[in-house]
């Protein structure tokens, strides 16, 4: 294991338990980063991802603010939540914000330490089919956010409140944000 490894687990170790709590959970994914690589394990790509992939303008059976509300909500789901929602209030301090960020520098160095020993890696992903499905993952998650936004800017159109609309928006009148 590399200096910088050990060095970043120690930081986390001092730091808090949630920090290491973290690292423990996320071990496991780190060590088996190989298998991503040689195309054993693949990241699952969510349903409603596929779909606004092969449509992202897709307006059937979107004709109500709580049906495009539902599906900005399926879309919240599976890419996490938009630029435009203020942080959650969950009352976190820095520090335990900067146990995170270690916890994260950590295993980010571990993956990297795990896939730095396969020689040739580049050659291995493009052979086995990984470098091709981690585009296709990228592309789902990029026509998932234009899908959200459109969405969003539809939801502003037919003056439908948050979460059909940006959290900012303010529809015009009660009576319309149906």
């Known amino acids: 294991m590399k200096l910088g490894v050990v060095s970043v687990l120690v930081a986390v170790a001092l730091a808090g338990c949630s920090a290491a709590t973290q690292v423990r959970d996320g071990v496991g994914a780190a060590v088996t980063a190989p298998l991503n690589d040689f195309n054993l394990r693949r990241e ?6 596929l779909q606004a992939e092969s449509n992202p303008y897709d307006i059937r059976n979107l004709n109500q ?3 495009i509300a539902a599906e900005v909500i399926r879309l919240n789901d599976a890419l996490g939540p938009d630029t435009d929602e203020p942080p959650h209030e969950d009352g976190t301090l820095m520090s335990e914000r900067a146990q995170d960020a270690a916890a994260r520098a950590a295993l980010d160095a571990i993956r990297n330490s795990v896939t730095d020993f396969i020689p040739g890696r ?6 086995s089919g990984a470098e091709q499905h981690s585009r296709h993952v990228q592309s789902a998650i990029q026509a998932g956010r ?3 936004a459109y969405l969003k800017g539809l939801g502003m159109q037919r003056n439908c409140a948050p979460p059909a609309s940006p959290s900012w928006y303010r529809p015009r009148s009660a009576a319309y944000a149906r």
């Open 44 to 49: 699952f790509i969510p349903t409603v991802l």
């Open 122 to 127: 580049n050659w291995i992903r493009q052979l």
């Open 65 to 67: 603010c709580t049906t």
């Open 146 to 148: 234009s899908r959200r």
